[in-house]
């Protein structure tokens, strides 16, 4: 049931969790069920455990409870707010440790058909892709994720990562490069291994 707006207080406030949670931090879970998911994919690209991006995830929106008050609405989504505080939070993870549009239209994968064996195929195209992108150099992975996952725009990818969005594309496009090198590698790899199998079935001796 929505809350009965108060006098002086305008209907925006009530529509926008993010005011609300200023002010009440019972609003804030409704952030946390939004931005949640994403947020714990982007650490998890980083760090590559599930304890540990869970256990960073946490903390990342402990920040931004207690740091609600003080941010302001400076034309972006208040996802790169987020996104901001959870690569602070993982910079801070690998410091204390001292004494991660369609990614197939990206790299240029042929479209399959839609009957089921294809769509086998592709699936298990996809699952090889996002393989490849978590080999990818931390930098170059945050930034697939947040450009194929999340759909950010580069202005907003660079605010994210600290960078330019002229640096933002620059990385994305060194990984969309590598990934091609990477595949094609791997698709030119299982062709031999195919032929391999397919030459020793045809070759095998015949018994007198």
Avoid at 85 to 104: C, E, F, G, K, T
Avoid at 119 to 144: F, G, N, S
Wanted: glycine share 4%.
């Amino acid at each position: 049931m929505s809350p009965t707006p108060l006098a002086g207080i305008p209907d925006a406030f009530w529509r926008d969790p993010v005011e609300r949670a200023k002010t009440d931090p019972a609003a804030f879970a409704e952030l946390y069920d939004r931005y949640s998911a994403r947020i714990f994919r982007f650490v998890r690209s980083r760090i590559h455990d599930d304890g540990l991006a869970e256990d960073v995830t946490a903390d990342v929106f402990m920040s931004a409870l207690r740091g609600i008050k003080s941010y302001q609405d400076r034309g972006r989504p208040f996802s790169c707010w987020l996104y901001r505080i959870a690569a602070n939070a993982v910079a801070s993870h690998y410091r204390n440790r001292r004494p991660q549009l369609s990614l197939d239209d990206a790299i240029d994968l042929a479209v399959v058909e839609t009957d089921p064996a294809d769509e086998a195929i592709a699936r298990e195209r996809v699952r090889a892709i996002w393989q490849a992108v978590d080999r990818l150099p931390p930098q170059q992975r945050a930034a697939m994720i947040l450009k194929f996952s999340d759909d950010l725009t580069m202005e907003d990818i660079g605010a994210i990562l600290g960078k330019s969005s002229a640096a933002a594309k620059l990385l994305i496009y060194r990984a969309v490069q590598r990934l091609r090198v990477e595949l094609a590698a791997e698709a030119d790899e299982a062709s031999i291994v195919r032929q391999g199998g397919e030459r020793t079935r045809v070759r095998q001796p015949v018994r007198a």
